[in-house]
């Protein structure tokens, strides 16, 4: 079982340009979340999935965009990417929607120019 | 809405030393309160977590502890070791309404163990 798997590991990217960070799970987990890391500012929630086909907005929303079309998948998308969207992005997943562990995927770097 | 503060944001100890985390929160609907632990270039993992029917769960070396009328809750780590050498973040459920499972966390305590 590989979990959580995220692609790609790290990118840089031209400012302007749009990038879809993908996110995978086997577990099939109903529920899952992207999240920003920046230093001294924590782990702040993008969005959110309760379940395949249903999306929430989390804290910090905007110039991302997201879809669950199944279970398995939860891609993130920077339709124009600017220079503060350089972060590490995280994605997660928990089984249901009751309280309880989320299990985080590796990460990707992104690096916006 | 939910705001979880965390202190102190860097701890140095000497191996065998205790170590204590204070995580504050805002929102006293609050009722999880999960503590995670991210080794370098890794995702978070949780480590223990509290509800809050609860005042203190102990597992091994570490141990969180709930103060809800002070809206407070503490990792301590006891015997510390260099693997434990991390960052770690405390986190608080949202009340976002409906059923659903998200956290704020804090903004995260380096932890560096001396051997």
């Known amino acids: 079982t590989a979990g959580i798997t995220q692609a790609p590991t790290s990118q840089i990217l031209a400012a302007g340009r749009s990038m879809t960070l993908r996110c995978t799970q086997d577990?099939?987990?109903?529920?899952m979340y992207w999240y920003r890391q920046d230093l001294g500012l924590g782990l702040r929630l993008i969005h959110y999935?309760?379940?395949?086909?249903?999306?929430g907005k989390g804290e910090v929303p905007d110039g991302y965009s997201v879809s669950r079309a199944n279970t398995d998948d939860f891609p993130l998308t920077l339709a124009s990417a600017v220079p503060s969207q350089t972060s590490v992005y995280f994605c997660?997943?928990?089984?249901?929607?009751?309280?309880?562990?989320?299990?985080f995927g590796p990460g990707t770097r992104l690096t916006v120019l | 809405g939910e705001n979880v503060e965390q202190h102190p944001s860097t701890l140095s100890v000497q191996e065998g030393d205790s170590a204590v985390i204070k995580c504050t929160y805002s929102?006293?609907?609050?009722?999880?309160f999960p503590w995670y632990k991210q080794e370098l270039g890794k995702g978070p993992q949780l480590i223990i977590d509290?509800?809050?029917?609860?005042g203190e769960k102990k597992d091994q070396r570490i141990a969180v502890t709930l103060n809800k009328t002070a809206k407070h809750f503490s990792l301590h780590i006891t015997e510390t070791q260099p693997e434990d050498s991390a960052v770690y973040f405390c986190?608080?459920?949202?009340?976002?309404?409906?059923?659903?499972?998200?956290?704020?966390f804090g903004t995260g305590t380096l932890l560096a163990v001396q051997p």
């Open positions: 999935s309760n379940t395949a086909g249903t999306t």
């Open positions: 986190a608080a459920r949202a009340n976002y309404g409906g059923a659903t499972n998200k956290l704020i």
């Open positions: 577990m099939r987990h109903n529920a």
């Open positions: 997660a997943s928990t089984p249901g929607t009751t309280v309880g562990e989320q299990f």
């Open positions: 509290i509800r809050s029917n609860v």
């Open positions: 929102d006293s609907a609050s009722n999880y």
